[in-house]
Antibody, heavy 115, light 111 residues
Framework: EALLVESGGGLVQPGGSLRLSCAAS????????MAWVRQAPGKGLEWVAN????????YYVDSLKGRFTISRDNAKNTLYLQMNGLRAEDTAVYHC????????WGQGTQVTVSS | DIVMTQSPDSLAVSLGERATINCKSS??????????LGWFQRKPGQPPKPLIY???SRNSGVPDRFSGSGSGTDFTLTISSLQAEDVAVYYC?????????FGQGTRLEIK
């Protein structure tokens, strides 16, 4: 069964950093584009970033460029999201998802930015 | 950026009746005879569940009461006979180009 499991979320102060991880299993991770999508409280779904199968291409929503970095380790079947300079408005549940069409989602990890 | 606009924002339908949710994109999602449009169902405490891809193809395990239609800029998700377990928020998503964008969501309730 294909599965994505996120980890690394938590409570962080404004200006702080977090690195989220997403462990993939049950499919050929190294052949797939991967994505991060978030949902803030009371808001809709917001795509954050995509990365291609070998990590040579990355795309970000404009508002997050320069603060967030997506990366992957195909040897470990793991996707990452490095988040720096966190702000209150980054508070959300962060999901990893497979592909541009996001046909497989993880349960998500909660990130709360607050002092 | 491609803007996705859903209508209505909320919808109340009686059990067994048809529910229809519309999604309009600010530019065509059609390329190589495929519409780069998906539909998702979101229930509280659960991740989004992919229902439909390529605008009209149902994902494995999705009941056949769910169907997607449309092309270009106008799309529809139809639930032919509403069941209690279909109460959720539904989102359309374009994956034609980055940034990938979602509609604002349509809340579906039982009347």
């Amino acid at each position: 069964e294909a599965l994505l499991v996120e980890s690394g979320g938590g409570l962080v102060q404004p200006g702080g950093s977090l690195r989220l991880s997403c462990a993939a299993s049950g499919f050929t991770f190294s052949s797939n584009w991967m994505a991060w999508v978030r949902q803030a409280p009371g808001k809709g779904l917001e795509w954050v970033a995509n990365i291609n199968h070998d990590g040579s291409e990355e795309y970000y929503v404009d508002s997050l460029k320069g603060r967030f970095t997506i990366s992957r380790d195909n040897a470990k079947n793991t996707l990452y999201l490095q988040m720096n300079g966190l702000r209150a408005e980054d508070t959300a549940v962060y999901h990893c998802a497979r592909g541009f069409a996001t046909d497989l989602w993880g349960q998500g990890t909660q990130v709360t930015v607050s002092s | 950026d491609i803007v996705m606009t859903q209508s209505p924002d909320s919808l109340a339908v009686s059990l067994g009746e048809r529910a229809t949710i519309n999604c309009k994109s600010s530019q065509s999602l059609l390329s190589n005879n495929k519409n780069y449009l998906g539909w998702f169902q979101r229930k509280p405490g659960q991740p989004p569940k992919p229902l439909i891809y390529w605008a009209s193809s149902r994902n494995s395990g999705v009941p056949d009461r769910f169907s997607g239609s449309g092309s270009g800029t106008d799309f529809t998700l139809t639930i032919s006979s509403l069941q209690a377990e279909d109460v959720a928020v539904y989102y359309c998503q374009q994956y034609y180009s980055t940034p990938i964008t979602f509609g604002q969501g349509t809340r579906l309730e039982i009347k």
